[in-house]
């Protein structure tokens, strides 16, 4: 099988850096779909609750047979759940038919609610009862999570944001980098839109790779976790195959340069 390289995280635990993700993979959809990564080799699934799709998750790793130690598993509160945490995440933990959850996090910070840093102390005491192993968040931005330093004084060990070779977020990575932080990759290919950048296409042609597995491959030798989604078998293996060769610093570059500030999905400030 092929292996997925790991990350360090802050807290002594390791996350698989390839995932599978799940948005918009509806619940009927998602058992044959996880069943499929799953036996293409994915450990690391990227669900929430919003997602309503975490029963169909657990009826396909309830027939996988995998070990649950060698699953890692991610779900997250919704905006409107945030002073509701635990009772979110035990919702959560019965659908995908688990004890626990490998990773828990804020979907966003909806500062509207100002409801985020209680959310962030009862995650703290939902992880200290072992019914998640680690903690952290989505599309936080810098004032979001220099809030839940200094007013509860412990930072996320992972933040979740959109980030694809046209909307690079540089500046927040950078923080998420300062702070120990690992930064994983929602949207990593553009929703499609990146992969026809010229940049990305010279690269791809060049390593005679399909322009989605350069560009998960950029992710990947830059330290970030992704998970990919489809519900395509012949998708699902294409975006596996990115573990067996290496970009150069000039492939690098060449998709670093597609960035154009090209904001696809909602500005957390505002969400």
């Known amino acids: 099988m092929t292996l997925i390289p790991s990350v360090a995280l802050r807290d002594g635990t390791t996350i698989p850096q390839l995932g599978f993700g799940t948005w918009r993979v509806g619940d009927d959809e998602a058992q044959a779909a996880v069943e499929t990564a799953l036996e293409v080799g994915y450990r690391h699934i990227d669900t929430a609750a919003l997602y309503a799709n975490e029963a169909g998750i657990g009826r396909a790793l309830a027939t996988a047979g995998i070990p649950r130690e060698d699953l890692y598993l ?108 690992v930064t994983e990759a929602w949207a990593p290919i553009g929703r499609a839109a990146d992969l026809d950048a010229s940049g990305v296409r010279t690269v791809a042609d060049r390593v005679d790779r399909t322009p989605a597995q350069v560009v998960l491959r950029w992710h990947l030798q830059q330290g970030r976790v992704v998970f990919p989604k489809s519900v395509h078998p012949e998708r699902i293996r294409e975006n596996f195959g990115v573990t067996d060769f290496e970009l150069d610093e000039h492939d690098l570059a060449l998709i670093d340069a597609v960035d154009a500030g090209n904001r696809l999905g909602p500005d957390p400030d505002l969400m």
Not at 109 to 137: F, K, M, N
Not at 157 to 171: A, M, R, Y
Request: include cysteine.
């Open 74 to 181: 991610t779900t997250k509160v919704w905006n409107d759940r945030q002073l509701e945490a635990r009772a979110s995440l035990e919702e959560s933990l019965t659908k995908l038919g688990t004890d626990h959850a490998d990773l828990f996090l804020i979907h966003w910070p909806h500062p509207e609610a100002d409801a985020y840093v209680q959310c962030w102390r009862d995650l703290i005491a939902l992880r200290e009862e072992g019914l998640t192993t680690s903690i952290g968040v989505c599309n936080f931005n810098a004032p979001h999570l220099q809030r839940l330093l200094i007013e509860v004084g412990e930072i996320p060990v992972v933040n979740q944001i959109e980030l694809h070779p046209s909307f690079t977020q540089k500046d927040l990575e950078a923080l998420d980098r300062e702070h120990g932080i």
